[in-house]
């Protein structure tokens, strides 16, 4: 594992089903997905001001993710990784285009339901 890393956790996303709705020809963003994405960015900016992140132009980013959910439901990991990805863009890379989404494992935490997120550049 690389030094120059970002450590962070954030609330697990919310499924792309409960992000969008569509109005006319446009998805908009639901008020659940808006949350998550201020939040999430917010975390992530305090955890790569800690580590002294720098975005690299033209670096792919590694991002390590580990989700620990509330309940035994079953869940799609992937399917959260659209919202998780544009709300770390300005922040851990200028694109995500650039960033490289690698589920490591998930898990079930009853009283802390969180992803865990380890960044690096590749």
Do not use: Q
Request: proline content about 6%; glycine content about 4%.
């Amino acid at each position: 594992m690389p030094k120059n890393r970002v450590t962070f956790s954030i609330p697990v996303p919310p499924s792309e089903n409960h992000c969008f709705f569509t109005a006319g020809h446009r998805r908009i963003l639901t008020k659940e997905a808006k949350e998550f994405m201020t939040e999430a960015a917010l975390k992530a900016k305090i955890a790569s001001k800690k580590a002294n992140w720098k975005i690299v132009n033209g670096r792919k980013v590694v991002l390590l993710l580990y989700f620990y959910f509330p309940n035994r439901r079953k869940k799609d990991t992937h399917n959260t990784l659209k919202v998780l990805m544009d709300s770390l863009e300005g922040i851990l890379y200028e694109d995500d285009y650039w960033a490289l989404p690698r589920i490591m494992d998930f898990g079930i935490d009853k009283d802390n339901p969180r992803l865990e997120v380890v960044a690096y550049l590749k």
